[in-house]
């Protein structure tokens, strides 16, 4: 299994980061992507995954909740530069990038809408970035479906690929997401709540085909961990209630959803070492 989303970086792993990722392992978890939110705690989600190389993986990005929190414009034109030369420990001009993907970018409306403008105008130069650097998205959107889809709209003719992550919306809402080909649908612990409607959604309207696994970790805990800390080993139950929902087993559902993951995040190989 790969947990596709989750914020290991943060605050809430600072004391036993190491325990947290054995107890992936040990969970069947083979890889941990890792999105970025803003530009001061990039250095930090860079050196953390750098400590453990093959495993997790970067993504850089500036997150529409984030975006006036520091100067956006700069942000971004410092965040750029790491896609083309990353500031990391022992890295040379000739070293690769290890950035996986642009995100978390997108829309956030939830609470406020008073700088919405500003959103789009952030998300629009992240979309050319995954464009210019050939890069997969990692897109959040947050009460922000129309907006999200028209500003999509306008890059569908540019081969843009990703995941649409932590989705709970509605079957429409899921046909025009997947209307954009290349793109994925990140489904964490949302699955497994007892009133959640998107089991239904799922079935109906999603193939397994267009599904990756995430657990947004520290947020949404999986039933049975709900109002807990979430990590990626319980990943293992967002996949559980996958094969209950798909009538299929928990080994098609791992190995399906690996697939998915591969084929959109292309510099990921599963085989690295660690």
Same mark, same amino acid.
């Given at each position: ?10 605050? !809430?792993?600072? /004391?036993?980061? @190491?325990?947290? #990722? %054995?107890? +992936? ?61 990353p ?23 939830y ?6 403008? !500003?959103?789009i /105008?952030?998300? @629009?130069?992240? #979309? %050319?970035w +995954?464009?210019q ?9 947050r ?132």
């Amino acid at each position: 299994m790969i947990d596709t989303h989750a914020h290991i970086d943060g605050p !809430e792993f600072a /004391e036993d980061l @190491e325990a947290v #990722i %054995q107890r +992936a392992k040990d969970a069947g978890v083979r890889k941990i992507f890792i999105p970025g939110i803003c530009l001061k705690d990039t250095p930090h989600l860079l050196e953390v995954c750098q400590a453990y190389p093959g495993y997790l993986h970067p993504m850089i990005g500036l997150h529409p909740e984030n975006i006036m929190d520091e100067d956006y414009h700069h942000a971004l034109d410092q965040l750029e530069r790491l896609l083309k030369e990353p500031e990391l420990p022992h890295s040379t001009s000739d070293s690769p990038s290890p950035i996986i993907a642009i995100g978390e970018v997108g829309l956030d409306f939830y609470w406020d809408d008073t700088h919405k403008q !500003e959103q789009i /105008e952030v998300f @629009e130069r992240q #979309i %050319q970035w +995954a464009e210019q650097y050939n890069l997969p998205l990692m897109i959040h959107s947050r009460s922000a479906h129309t907006e999200l889809m028209e500003t999509m709209e306008r890059h569908r003719d540019s081969n843009l690929s990703g995941v649409f992550h932590c989705f709970t919306g509605t079957e429409e809402e899921a046909r025009d997401l997947l209307s954009f080909p290349n793109f994925m649908l990140g489904i964490g612990g949302v699955l497994t709540f007892r009133k959640s409607t998107l089991r239904e959604v799922v079935k109906n309207a999603i193939p397994l085909s267009r599904i990756v696994l995430e657990t947004d970790s520290p947020y949404m805990a999986p039933v049975p961990n709900r109002g807990k800390r979430n990590e990626s080993a319980y990943v293992k139950w967002v996949a559980e209630k996958l094969a209950e929902t798909y009538n299929q087993d928990f080994a098609t559902i791992a190995h399906q959803t690996t697939e998915n993951a591969l084929k959109v995040f292309k510099k990921v190989t599963f085989f690295d070492k660690n």
